[in-house]
């Protein structure tokens, strides 16, 4: 009776389990309890092995059992087929064949035909099949289902449904397993016949459909199945925000974000991958704050998405704290997409070193990881460098695809390898059998302008057998300024006039070319024109980021949570990002800094998420202001006008990886410059008084605050104009 109470209580332990630590700590007890060659234990510790994804423990805890049964057997024959490659599971189900007491049953044979249909392999599908026959097992339902859904996915449509005409009794899952195999084919049409025949329906069976109209693009028939479901789940809300977010409506994905009752793991990594694939960098890390503030633990996905948004930013000191918070959780790094998604952020963000280091770690490197590297090493100036790890994927016996050579040909081009770029171009097209894409003819193209080899470069894009894009005219254009070839520019530039009738990089290159040779009638004449189209320059900006005295460390093993007192200010129009400490009852001082200007309700400027409790202490430059005191400034664009580099700062090296302060230059400016919180992009910025629009969005919603102090706080929202 002891014994039966313990194994009571470690199987109510095992149900309360929650992490593979814990699922280790219960296996200790087991082992002190003697209860080890329990069947019934040892059948749900392997099928608790296999939700963690560990089925080396689970094999490891498998050796130990002195006479395992079928169940026993077949609990780890599923961890295999979920988490191991496939010969790993044949060479198992071998096993069992040989050493089981009894026979394989209609429980061993799903496990193995879902790790075929997961590799694609046809042949040994069949072969499982025909000795299922052999079981005398294609009758049972779950075996049959089981078939169902591999042929489905394999494409067997045939195959499939002469199965599933042929079954006597099916269930739900039989039908949702044919309506996946027409939707893995991309046959809606059919799936959506077979839908609306089946008898009932449940929550999985509408979750195919709309994933099925998501990953077709049908986003319309996706809404409806999703309006029309009698009951949703985390799965149904989180696919249809993935289909928004792929497709770039960014607004739909977050109004149903707003709504989900429950969010997963899942939905945050569908909202910050979104926001990264669709260029909004700053975004996607808010999201992830919000997440990291909530506890909620992520998954190599989420920290994917997280990189990449950091790879946009281009920020080394926040690459550093992914970099270190990725390091210390327990995200497996021996994945190739984690660890090349960490390669490309570390190179894109200037660290070089520690990219290479995770390179040279890697035991089986891939086509992405050396693409990432050698981009890094192109965008840092080290083409030589880039065009070695090329040679060194060769000798390593990995054939290069048309994106390897994309990079390779960039690379040459950022270098000025002039020869070396013509013979990679030769041997994608004569050896590796690779069609040029235009992006490759855009590499060549720029890669013999910068040479200054410009006819040549013309008569490559007049050889295409392809429509050339804007990108290669474009790459002509800039050379033909860079040599001050005006003929050659005028004639490319009414090329891109009718490619892209409202870019105004074109007007504005040619215009510069214009201008290097003295002919400013003509750059009237231009700048005329794209006033009369209603073509306006889009001003650029740049941020440098002054490091300060706050070192990422650990504290007891964890990272200190510095995040949660941070403000996200986004300032120019790539959406660049920096760290702002706003830590309450805390002031930072600077020798640089003239004046103090003290808000307590900040939230119309500052991150969202931050408590209006907080208190915000800004030290701000008001020096760069005009001198008159009164904030409701009369608003006005001049023509020509570009807000000044008003986030521009300071830089100071530091070894450690360092938050960073924003302290404006103490430059001579020309106008007059104003502080302003944009309300639609919640950040603020300091703008030129001839412009006063949001570099971000061309908001004219804009706060201006000026000389506010702590004595006329509470006027501060009178003196504020609404525009």
Same mark, same amino acid.
């Given at each position: 009776?002891?014994?039966?109470s313990?194994?009571l *209580? !470690?199987a109510?332990?095992?149900?309360?389990?929650r992490?593979l630590?814990?699922l280790?700590?219960?296996?200790?007890?087991?082992i002190?309890?003697?209860?080890?060659?329990?069947?019934v234990? =040892?059948t749900?510790?392997?099928?608790?092995?296999?939700a963690?994804?560990?089925p080396?423990?689970?094999?490891s805890?498998?050796? /130990?059992?002195?006479?395992?049964?079928?169940?026993?057997?077949?609990?780890?024959?599923?961890a295999?087929?979920?988490? &191991?490659?496939?010969?790993?599971?044949?060479?198992?189900?071998?096993?069992?064949? /040989?050493?089981?007491?009894?026979?394989?049953d209609?429980?061993t044979?799903? *496990?193995l035909?879902?790790?075929?249909?997961?590799?694609?392999a046809?042949?040994?599908g069949?072969?499982?099949?025909?000795?299922?026959?052999?079981?005398?097992?294609?009758?049972?339902?779950?075996?049959?289902?089981?078939? +169902?859904?591999?042929?489905g996915?394999?494409?067997?449509?045939?195959?499939?449904?002469?199965?599933?005409?042929?079954?006597r009794?099916?269930?739900?899952?039989?039908?949702?397993?044919?309506?996946v195999?027409?939707?893995?084919?991309?046959?809606?049409?059919?799936?959506?016949s077979?839908?609306?025949?089946?008898?009932k329906?449940n929550?999985?069976?509408w979750? =195919?459909?709309i994933?099925?109209c998501?990953?077709?693009?049908d986003?319309?028939s996706?809404?409806?199945?999703?309006?029309?479901? @009698?009951? /949703?789940?985390?799965v149904?809300?989180t696919?249809? +925000?993935?289909?928004?977010?792929?497709?770039?409506?960014?607004?739909?994905?977050?109004v149903?974000?707003?709504?989900?009752?429950?969010?997963?793991v899942?939905?945050?990594?569908a909202m910050?991958?979104?926001?990264?694939?669709?260029?909004?960098?700053g975004a996607?890390?808010?999201i992830?704050?919000?997440?990291y503030?909530?506890?909620?633990?992520p998954?190599?996905? %989420? %920290?994917?998405?997280l990189?990449s948004a950091?790879?946009?930013?281009?920020?080394?000191? $926040?690459?550093?704290?992914?970099?270190l918070? #990725?390091?210390?959780?327990?995200i497996?790094?021996?994945?190739?997409?984690?660890?090349?998604?960490?390669?490309?952020?570390?190179?894109?963000?200037?660290?070089?070193?520690?990219?290479?280091s995770?390179?040279?770690?890697?035991?089986?490197?891939?086509l992405?990881?050396?693409?990432?590297?050698?981009?890094?090493?192109?965008?840092?100036?080290?083409?030589?460098?880039?065009?070695?790890?090329?040679?060194?994927?060769?000798?390593?016996?990995l054939? @290069?695809?048309?994106?390897?050579?994309?990079? !390779?040909?960039?690379?040459?081009?950022?270098?000025?390898? #002039?020869?070396e770029?013509?013979?990679y171009f030769d041997?994608?097209?004569?050896?590796?059998?690779?069609?040029?894409?235009p992006?490759?003819?855009?590499?060549? !193209?720029?890669?013999?302008?910068?040479?200054g080899?410009l006819?040549?470069?013309?008569?490559?894009?007049?050889?295409?057998?392809?429509? @050339?894009?804007?990108?290669a005219?474009?790459?002509?254009l800039?050379?033909?300024?860079?040599?001050g070839?005006?003929?050659?520019?005028?004639?490319?530039?009414?090329?891109?006039?009718e490619?892209?009738?409202?870019?105004?990089?074109?007007? #504005?290159?040619?215009?510069?070319?214009?201008? !290097?040779a003295?002919?400013?009638?003509?750059?009237?004449?231009?700048?005329?024109?794209?006033?009369g189209?209603g073509?306006r320059?889009v001003? =650029?900006?740049?941020m440098?980021?002054?490091?300060?005295?706050?070192?990422?460390?650990?504290?007891?093993?964890?990272?200190l949570?510095?995040?949660?007192?941070?403000?996200?200010?986004e300032?120019?129009?790539?959406g660049d990002?920096?760290m702002?400490?706003?830590?309450?009852n805390?002031k930072?001082?600077?020798?640089?800094?003239t004046?103090?200007?003290?808000?307590?309700?900040? &939230?119309?400027i500052?991150?969202p998420?931050?408590?209006?409790?907080?208190?915000?202490?800004?030290?701000l430059? $008001?020096?760069?202001?005009?001198?008159?005191g009164?904030?409701?400034?009369?608003?006005?664009?001049?023509?020509?006008? &570009?807000?000044?580099?008003?986030?521009?700062?300071?830089?100071?090296?530091?070894?450690?990886?360092?938050?960073?302060?924003?302290?404006? %230059?103490?430059?001579?400016?020309?106008? @007059?410059m104003?502080?302003?919180?944009?309300? /639609?992009?919640?950040m603020? #910025?300091?703008? &030129?008084?001839?412009d006063l629009?949001?570099?971000?969005?061309?908001?004219?919603?804009?706060?201006?605050?000026?000389?506010?102090t702590?004595?006329?706080?509470k006027?501060?929202s009178?003196?504020?104009?609404?525009?």
């Amino acid at each position: 009776s002891s014994s039966s109470s313990s194994a009571l *209580s !470690v199987a109510a332990l095992l149900i309360s389990c929650r992490s593979l630590r814990s699922l280790e700590q219960i296996h200790a007890r087991i082992i002190r309890k003697g209860l080890e060659q329990h069947p019934v234990l =040892a059948t749900r510790f392997l099928s608790f092995c296999a939700a963690f994804s560990a089925p080396a423990y689970a094999s490891s805890a498998f050796d /130990r059992l002195s006479a395992p049964n079928l169940i026993v057997w077949n609990a780890l024959l599923t961890a295999h087929a979920r988490h &191991s490659p496939l010969p790993t599971t044949v060479a198992l189900f071998n096993l069992l064949r /040989r050493r089981s007491p009894l026979p394989p049953d209609a429980f061993t044979f799903p *496990s193995l035909l879902s790790s075929c249909s997961h590799s694609v392999a046809l042949s040994l599908g069949s072969s499982v099949h025909a000795t299922i026959l052999r079981c005398g097992l294609e009758a049972d339902v779950f075996v049959r289902t089981a078939l +169902i859904d591999f042929y489905g996915k394999c494409r067997e449509l045939g195959a499939a449904r002469k199965l599933f005409d042929s079954m006597r009794h099916r269930n739900e899952v039989s039908w949702t397993a044919m309506i996946v195999g027409y939707l893995s084919s991309g046959d809606l049409a059919s799936a959506r016949s077979l839908f609306d025949e089946m008898p009932k329906r449940n929550v999985v069976t509408w979750n =195919a459909m709309i994933d099925g109209c998501v990953k077709s693009g049908d986003l319309v028939s996706a809404r409806q199945f999703f309006d029309k479901m @009698p009951e /949703r789940n985390a799965v149904s809300y989180t696919s249809l +925000i993935d289909g928004y977010a792929k497709a770039g409506d960014l607004a739909s994905a977050r109004v149903l974000f707003e709504q989900l009752p429950e969010r997963d793991v899942f939905s945050w990594s569908a909202m910050i991958s979104g926001y990264a694939q669709n260029g909004q960098p700053g975004a996607a890390l808010k999201i992830f704050l919000e997440m990291y503030n909530q506890n909620i633990k992520p998954d190599e996905f %989420v %920290v994917v998405g997280l990189m990449s948004a950091c790879s946009q930013l281009g920020s080394l000191t $926040l690459a550093k704290w992914v970099d270190l918070y #990725v390091t210390r959780s327990s995200i497996d790094l021996s994945k190739a997409h984690v660890l090349a998604a960490l390669i490309d952020m570390n190179s894109k963000c200037g660290n070089m070193e520690r990219a290479a280091s995770l390179f040279e770690s890697m035991p089986n490197k891939d086509l992405i990881s050396y693409c990432s590297l050698m981009q890094g090493y192109s965008l840092h100036g080290a083409g030589d460098k880039a065009v070695g790890l090329f040679h060194q994927m060769l000798e390593e016996g990995l054939m @290069p695809d048309s994106i390897t050579f994309t990079v !390779v040909l960039a690379a040459c081009s950022r270098a000025g390898l #002039v020869e070396e770029g013509r013979q990679y171009f030769d041997l994608m097209t004569n050896e590796h059998l690779i069609v040029p894409s235009p992006d490759h003819y855009a590499c060549m !193209v720029d890669l013999l302008g910068r040479a200054g080899r410009l006819t040549d470069a013309y008569e490559l894009i007049r050889s295409m057998p392809v429509e @050339p894009h804007a990108g290669a005219w474009g790459a002509l254009l800039g050379a033909c300024r860079l040599h001050g070839d005006i003929s050659l520019g005028e004639t490319i530039a009414r090329k891109l006039f009718e490619i892209e009738p409202t870019n105004a990089g074109n007007y #504005v290159l040619l215009s510069n070319i214009y201008a !290097v040779a003295d002919r400013w009638a003509d750059v009237s004449e231009l700048r005329t024109m794209m006033r009369g189209k209603g073509i306006r320059k889009v001003p =650029a900006s740049s941020m440098i980021c002054k490091k300060t005295a706050f070192p990422l460390h650990t504290k007891n093993g964890t990272l200190l949570k510095y995040l949660q007192h941070d403000t996200i200010l986004e300032c120019g129009s790539t959406g660049d990002i920096q760290m702002c400490k706003t830590q309450r009852n805390k002031k930072y001082t600077s020798s640089a800094l003239t004046k103090t200007s003290t808000y307590k309700n900040y &939230s119309d400027i500052c991150c969202p998420d931050t408590k209006k409790s907080q208190t915000l202490d800004l030290k701000l430059n $008001l020096s760069l202001m005009p001198a008159r005191g009164d904030a409701s400034r009369r608003m006005g664009v001049a023509d020509d006008a &570009s807000p000044a580099s008003s986030c521009l700062t300071t830089a100071s090296s530091s070894s450690e990886a360092e938050l960073g302060m924003m302290t404006p %230059v103490s430059t001579e400016v020309a106008t @007059p410059m104003v502080l302003a919180g944009c309300q /639609r992009c919640l950040m603020y #910025v300091m703008l &030129s008084a001839d412009d006063l629009k949001c570099p971000k969005c061309w908001s004219t919603a804009l706060n201006f605050f000026h000389n506010t102090t702590t004595k006329n706080k509470k006027n501060s929202s009178k003196k504020s104009r609404m525009c």
